[in-house]
């Protein structure tokens, strides 16, 4: 399949990796629309969020988890960030392949 994140999962494109876990990986946007601006994705090839049910409740608590993680990391857990899916074509999804955004590192206008 010709998907930019299985190939950054792969290393076959590279990336700034912020840290892998079982079963996510998380990497710097290329195009960040704030100081953080990171992808999680999950390493397997899914695209809508109700199937991140599929790996099952230890991978959606590693997920939470992983965000939390980043959060401190970034320096960003006590002034806020912006966790956001972009699903279908009216929310703007560019890339098929599930992705979750966190941004912070300023303020955010209101969604939409
Ligand atoms: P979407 O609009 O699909 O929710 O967001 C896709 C995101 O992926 C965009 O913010 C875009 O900048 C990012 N992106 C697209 N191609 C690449 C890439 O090759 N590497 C990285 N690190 N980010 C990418
Ligand atoms: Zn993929």
């Known amino acids: ?37 990171i992808l999680i994705v999950p390493k397997m090839h899914i695209e809508k969020p109700a199937e991140l049910a599929s790996l099952g409740d230890s991978a959606l608590g590693e997920l939470f988890t992983l965000i939390q993680e980043i959060a ?23 890339v098929k392949h599930l992705h979750l955004h966190i941004i912070g590192g300023r303020k955010l206008g209101r969604i939409g």
Do not use: W, Y
């Open 72 to 94: 401190e990391n970034e320096g960003i857990a006590e002034t806020g960030f912006r966790t956001l899916f972009n699903t279908g074509k009216d929310a703007g999804q560019e």
């Open 1 to 37: 399949m010709d998907c930019i994140f299985c190939k950054i999962v792969s290393g076959e494109i590279p990336s700034q990796i912020v840290k892998e876990t079982k079963h996510f990986l998380a990497f710097r946007d290329i195009n960040p629309v704030a100081p953080t601006h």
